[in-house]
């Protein structure tokens, strides 16, 4: 079977739904031909052959407010149907079996087209709700009533999905952890004073009160006695951690799994902020981030809405700490009342992975069919 994976994103960035994507195909590269409609100038390496269409006007670094408005809004309406255009012509040219489509972005039922899609078959994969990546409820609407398969992240999701545009079989299909990639040992004793705060990624606006609470709070243990490192992989330099009593380590973005794992075990605590002001995506979306941190030897902290799918699941499985507010001194006491429980709440996440996510069989329901 030979798949066109069409998305807004290349297969070799950063993102986690690229990280899926990655991890589905892996073993298969051979099989697997890259199709990408992007806004952005990109360039990436990787073992699947990858054909980026870029919409234009493409966004630069150097674009400030006005302009990025500008050219977003040239993009969606005056060359929106030149776009459309060559997405679809260079599908036309691909050999395949199968249309991978990821439901994200503007553009993704474009090649919902019956002669492009005679005698191939259509799978869907819907990562986040429609209205949280730029997509459209019709756009949603084609794409879960034309597939053959879909592939969902979450079955709160499924689940609105099959309320919204009628009831449809569906399959889970999440991001995974290898069984080399659970790592059975201790965390820190719980009488231990030093503390290493982990996170990677870039940090977004709405995640910055969440940053600015998490400072504060470990600012408060440090008070208290406690030595803390937080390590901050790929995020941008944030001026409210300037002067702070706790160490801050910045390191550069990669998305090589060895080194990411080294740094993971290395961690007493895993940081999951979840933005409170999109409902949209807290309540039907499962982070990527999160399911890497299931299978380390540290103890997983959420910090977000209560009613968002990866609260309920962590909640369920009693894997994790769990602060839903946005009050210091909560999840000050969060943290410190919780590093006497590290080593059940890990053990927990650790049964949570190899239940839930192991990525071998989730990557062969993926590719029966």
């Not at 990408?36 to 400030?64: F, H, L």
């Not at 290493?196 to 995640?207: K, M, Q, R, S, W």
């Not at 941008?236 to 702070?244: C, E, G, P, S």
């Not at 839930?356 to 062969?364: L, V």
Request: net charge positive; charged share 20%.
């Amino acid at each position: 079977m030979k798949i066109l994976s069409f998305q807004p994103y290349s297969l070799f960035a950063a993102g986690g739904g690229s990280r899926i994507l990655r991890r589905l195909y892996e073993g298969k590269e051979d099989d697997i031909r890259s199709l990408v409609v992007s806004a952005y100038p990109t360039s990436y390496d990787g073992p699947i052959v990858e054909t980026i269409v870029y919409a234009k006007p493409t966004q630069r670094a150097w674009m400030r407010f006005v302009l990025r408005t500008w050219a977003t809004w040239l993009r969606l309406n005056l060359f929106q149907k030149a776009t459309e255009k060559a997405i679809f012509k260079q599908a036309l040219k691909e050999n395949f079996d199968i249309l991978h489509i990821v439901n994200h972005g503007n553009f993704s039922a474009l090649l919902c087209n019956d002669a492009l899609l005679k005698n191939k078959l259509l799978w869907v994969s819907f990562h986040d709700h429609f209205s949280s990546v730029g997509s459209s409820l019709e756009q949603a609407k084609i794409l879960w009533k034309k597939a053959n398969r879909r592939l969902v992240i979450s079955p709160e999701l499924g689940n609105e999905y099959n309320s919204l545009f009628g009831e449809q079989e569906y399959q889970i299909i999440t991001d995974g952890v290898a069984q080399s990639e659970v790592t059975y040992t201790i965390v820190p004793s719980d009488n231990s004073d030093t503390i290493v705060v982990y996170f990677a990624g870039l940090l977004h606006l709405d995640y910055i009160p969440l940053f600015r609470v998490l400072a504060d709070a470990l600012d408060v243990l440090v008070g208290n006695g406690k030595k803390i490192t937080l390590v901050l992989r790929g995020t941008q330099k944030l001026d409210f951690l300037t002067n702070r009593k706790f160490i801050v380590d910045y390191r550069p973005l990669i998305i090589d799994n060895q080194v990411l794992k080294e740094e993971l075990d290395s961690a007493t605590i895993l940081y999951l902020p979840m933005k409170f002001t999109d409902p949209a995506f807290y309540k039907y979306s499962l982070s990527t981030k999160m399911v890497g941190y299931l299978g380390a030897p540290g103890v997983i902290l959420y910090h977000g809405p209560a009613e968002s799918a990866a609260c309920r699941l962590l909640l369920r499985s009693d894997a994790s700490l769990i602060c839903t507010n946005l009050e210091v001194s909560t999840l000050a006491n969060t943290i410190q009342q919780g590093t006497g429980d590290m080593w059940r709440l890990a053990k927990n996440a650790k049964k949570l992975a190899v239940q839930q996510f192991d990525i071998e069989k989730i990557r062969s329901l993926f590719w029966e069919s």
